[in-house]
């Protein structure tokens, strides 16, 4: 079945990049997502690439995606105390209706 | 335009009690689903209606059942609840799943439940 991991956690001071990697084993996805939880609130979606593309700007992120290596990475530039949070990449089915998600990464900005 | 609403934001049971869970959307989306949130193990999808009056089980549906009340409505149900269902649940719409698009799903603040 599908899996999704991630590292747990991350740490940078404010005004660097931050990349958060991700690494997924379903190779038919047609969208890969990245999507922020901040504490006690729900999930919102961030960004998101298609599965034929290499890479996405959408003004301070940037996603790559290496399908070979099935490898889904999302930068952060010039990372801010508001971008802590928690970030989860996922990957939907082939059928378009189930999101399997990875377990998470805990980003910490220290001023 | 509230988006998706959950209630209770906050529920304590004894094991063997049951309850409901609401969700509500008001941004006419088709499809509806049940995820629950553990640490370190991201979201897991309980059940998922791609349409009204359509459920689907997901990756963990031992435990509960579903109704798609109406289009905006998908209520989770615990008949008898466990320790093991202590999670945070999260109700989520999208468009459409079934689709070739890229079914962006939008999310309700979730209910934190625990079972004693």
């Known amino acids: 079945g599908e899996d999704v991991e991630q590292s747990l956690f991350l740490s940078v001071r404010e005004g660097d990049s931050s990349v958060i990697n991700c690494t997924y084993t379903?190779?038919?996805?047609?969208?890969l997502y990245w999507y922020k939880q901040e504490p006690g609130a729900g999930l919102q979606l961030l960004t998101y690439?298609?599965?034929?593309?290499d890479m996405k700007q959408d003004q301070r992120l940037t996603v790559l995606l290496n399908k070979k290596d099935k490898h889904l990475s999302l930068r952060i530039a010039d990372t801010q105390t508001g971008d802590s949070a928690i970030y989860f990449c996922?990957?939907?089915?082939?059928?378009?209706?189930?999101?399997?998600f990875g377990g998470g990464t805990r980003l910490m900005v220290k001023p | 335009n509230a988006g998706v609403t959950q209630t209770p934001k906050f529920q304590v049971l004894k094991t063997g009690q049951s309850m409901t869970l609401q969700c509500a959307q008001d941004?006419?989306?088709?499809?509806m689903y049940w995820y629950r949130q553990d640490p370190g193990m991201g979201l897991r999808l309980i059940y998922y209606?791609?349409?009204?009056?359509?459920?689907d089980k997901g990756e963990v549906p031992n435990g509960y059942n579903v109704s798609r009340l109406n289009k905006r409505e998908f209520s989770l149900r615990l008949e008898s609840a466990a320790p093991s269902q202590t999670s945070v649940y999260f109700c989520?719409?999208?468009?459409?799943?079934?689709?070739?698009?890229?079914?962006?799903?939008?999310f309700g603040p979730g209910t934190r439940l625990t079972v004693t």
């Open positions: 996922a990957e939907i089915d082939n059928a378009g209706n189930m999101l399997t």
């Open positions: 690439i298609f599965s034929n593309m």
């Open positions: 379903d190779s038919s996805s047609t969208y």
């Open positions: 209606s791609a349409s009204e009056g359509t459920t």
């Open positions: 989520a719409s999208s468009v459409s799943a079934r689709t070739s698009g890229r079914n962006e799903q939008y």
């Open positions: 941004m006419n989306h088709n499809s």
